[in-house]
Nanobody, 129 residues
């Protein structure tokens, strides 16, 4: 059974860094995408970063949103049971609940959250100015 557990969130001052981790179980990284989405209060979820398998329906394997490009790095561990998101130079607009998601057959890894049927409970990131 697919299970996703996020960790690493918390309060941080603008300009600081955080590393979010998503521990996954029963996710086949050779077939599915695993990604991070941010949701601010009252707003929709937006894709932040994702990793997808080569040769899958998504065009590309590593995806970073324009909002965090140059400030974020997404990676998976060698055991392929954890997805990390390192975020640097954090800004107040990075504040939100960060969710880890997994899905098979994902075509637009950062655009359509509905393509991901599996979600974690989220970890809160609060960036103060």
């Amino acid at each position: 059974q697919v299970h996703l557990v996020e960790s690493g969130g918390g309060p941080v001052q603008a300009g600081g860094s955080l590393k979010l981790s998503c521990a996954t179980s029963d996710v086949d990284y050779s077939r599915g995408c695993v990604g991070w989405f941010r949701q601010a209060p009252g707003k929709e979820r937006h894709g932040v970063a994702a990793i997808c398998p080569a040769g899958g329906p998504a065009i590309g394997t590593t995806f970073i949103s324009e909002h965090v490009k140059g400030r974020a790095l997404v990676s998976q561990n060698n055991a392929k049971n954890r997805l990390d998101l390192q975020m640097n130079n954090l800004k107040p607009e990075d504040t939100g609940m960060y969710y880890c998601a997994a899905g098979y057959g994902v075509t637009q890894p950062l655009l359509y959250s509905r393509e991901y049927p599996y979600w974690g409970q989220g970890t809160q990131v609060t960036v103060s100015s």
